[in-house]
């Protein structure tokens, strides 16, 4: 005869530390699911800060030196772009990418190459924006120097971003920070198809939907930790230049 008293319910696991409990239990034995969408998105995302560098840093750069009718439309613009809608950016780039589109014929739509170069369109204008103002303000103390040497505007670029290289770390945090985190565009343009372009933000939101929380909230946790491991080291940069450098 039971009690009735339902002392058994006080020592069932509650719906969230079974979650929990799961979730750890992923992280802890490495997943092979968790592991295989946490790669492709970390490998996307660097590929694509990477183009955003190489385009976004010479960009900011020479618009910050250069003086042309129209400058300040440029800097506007630039501005503006950083705030792209990212649906807007994955909606574009798949009328591109599609059959119909102009380079449809390459087959590149839901395919990881689409997602990296979602990621570049969104990264490269933060990227310019930003080594834009970082280059603006040391023009303002070594332009003068620099125009008595009668250099041109790409040398006088070129000796601005080295000078400045260790501030233009700032600029590559916020490009990993906005494609690591994307969802929008990536879903648009990779379909969000399962071992091939499914990404950690896309992951989450469908797990999320289906109910797998727990696998939801193993890749939540891998996300934060990359972006916390990568601020990290990029401080322990800055700290280990300011000793060095002064």
């Known amino acids: ?59 900011g750069a020479l618009i910050a030196v250069a003086r042309f009718p129209g400058r300040g439309a440029v800097v506007g613009l630039l501005n503006t772009f950083m705030g792209l809608p990212p649906v807007i950016v994955g909606l574009i780039l798949y009328l591109a990418l599609s059959r119909s589109g102009p380079f449809g014929a390459f087959g590149l739509l839901f395919t990881p190459a689409a997602m990296v170069a979602a990621q570049a369109v969104l990264a490269t204008p933060l990227v310019a924006a930003l080594t834009r103002q970082v280059i603006a303000d040391a023009e303002a103390h070594l332009g003068e120097q620099l125009r008595s040497l009668h250099l041109s505007a790409p040398q006088r670029a070129g000796v601005l971003i080295y000078d400045a290289r260790f501030s233009l770390v700032t600029a590559a945090l916020a490009a990993f920070g906005r494609a690591i985190s ?22 989450i939101s469908l797990e999320t939907q289906k109910g797998d929380l727990s696998l939801a909230l193993a890749l939540g946790l891998v996300l934060m930790s990359l972006v916390l491991a990568v601020n990290a080291a990029a401080a322990l940069l800055r700290s280990h230049v300011a000793r060095a450098y002064g």
């Open 182 to 203: 994307e969802i929008g565009a990536v879903l648009v343009v990779g379909g969000n198809i399962d071992g091939h372009t499914r990404t950690m933000t896309t992951a």
């Open 1 to 59: 005869m039971r009690s009735g008293c339902g002392c058994d319910d006080l020592f069932e696991p509650s719906p969230l530390s079974q979650t929990l409990q799961e979730t750890f239990s992923r992280l802890w034995t490495l997943d092979r699911d968790v592991l295989a969408i946490a790669w492709l998105s970390l490998r996307v995302s660097v590929t694509a800060v990477g183009i955003g560098l190489v385009l976004g840093i010479p960009l």
